[in-house]
């Protein structure tokens, strides 16, 4: 049922290694805002331990490719130029918007640019390191990739913090709880709503 109060739409961004995962999962526990994680869909294929429908809507090229041709997608972009597509579903956003709650969109800086053009009064934050090479240590200590894989990463890190300006908040990504308690105080002193300009 569409509420009084429609709800409102987050936009959270950062780099690979900065950390968004594990600070909206504490964000989500913390913030006092009714928010609803938004599931992206992809192309790629699950990674063990995930599922579809809680990690991602997992989606075969061919299915990708007529929901966008249906117009499903608030925005879908191939990442990193691997043949792997990304995207937010309409209706992941739309009917948790309209039961007034708060969305929380965590795409890359194509995604969230591509979002603004259709929720231009979204909240936008940008989560980041302090540096790059703060974020080379951290790609580093994972020890998840090789080191040809994390000088990618990097030169994508690089680009995306080139966009960090256009958002509305910037968080450094320090102290995981730092980050928490001031994206919480974001989501907390916005009391507007909005609902999409166009769909």
Sequence with gaps: MPSDNPGKLVVISGPAGAGKSTVLREVFHHC????????????????????????????????????????????????FG?????????????????????????????????????????ITIFVRPRSIDVLRKRLEARG??????????????????????????QVINDDVQQAVNRICQILEADGTNALPAHQ
């Design 32 to 79: 006092r805002r009714p928010l609803s994680f938004s599931v992206s869909a992809t192309t790629r294929p699950p990674r063990p331990g995930e599922l579809n429908g809680r990690d991602y809507h997992f989606l075969t090229p061919a299915e990708f490719q007529k929901r966008r041709a249906e117009g499903d997608f608030l925005e879908c972009f191939e990442v």
């Design 82 to 122: 691997r043949g792997h597509w990304y995207g937010t579903l309409w209706s992941e956003v739309t009917p948790s918007l309209e039961a007034g709650k708060w969305v929380v969109l965590e795409v890359d800086v194509d995604g969230a640019m591509a979002v603004l053009e259709r929720f231009p009064q979204a």
């Design 144 to 169: 998840t990739e090789a080191a040809a894989e994390i000088e990618r990463r990097l030169e994508v890190a690089r680009q995306e913090m080139t966009f960090a300006d256009r958002y509305q908040h």
